[in-house]
């Protein structure tokens, strides 16, 4: 029985660990895929100067913040979906309140994309701008390694490195 309970308990840490994307390697750092990590693999790929990385770090920032607001209505749009279906008759004003509140929060959400994109746009140079471009249309497995190893980027997978 306490094999049972140890190994439950084991598996829901993993799964906190596995969704709230908090992977540490080393000793108290954060790992090469925190926040902090990917960010500094985004630096080191695009080459950029110090100043450069201030922009991006206040971009991303303001684009979290904003997710972040969203993911905070999350329970509130559950409760109002709960109240919509729980009475006798179905009510829609609830949920024509919640689409108004939705519809704030994207706008909020499309106006700091905006923001974060132009002065992304302005802090890169035409090369760091067409490595992001395709990094961001691609993915971020795109072309891994092929840079160092002088085939390019783009052709075949991370694991197959075949030149163009």
């Known amino acids: 029985m306490f094999g049972f309970v140890l190994g439950t308990a084991c598996l829901a840490g993993l799964f906190y660990t596995l969704r ?22 985004l630096f080191e790929r695009l080459d950029t100067s110090p100043g450069q990385e201030k922009v991006l770090v206040q971009a991303a920032d303001e684009l979290t913040e904003a997710f972040a607001k969203m993911r905070d209505e999350m329970s509130a749009t559950r409760a109002a979906l709960a109240r919509s279906l729980r009475g006798e008759a179905f009510d829609a004003a609830a949920l024509r309140e919640l689409d108004a509140k939705h519809d704030e929060l994207i706008d909020n959400l499309r106006k700091t994309l905006r923001a974060s994109l132009s002065k992304t746009h302005e802090a ?13 249309e691609h993915g971020w497995g795109h072309g891994y390694g092929y840079r160092h190893y002088g085939y390019g980027g783009g052709c075949g997978g991370w694991r197959g490195a075949r030149p163009c």
């Open 20 to 41: 709230r994307g908090r992977w540490h390697h080393g000793h108290g750092g954060p790992g090469r895929w925190s926040w902090r990590g990917r960010m500094r693999w």
């Open 124 to 136: 890169l140079d035409a090369k760091q701008r067409r490595e992001l471009a395709d990094l961001l």
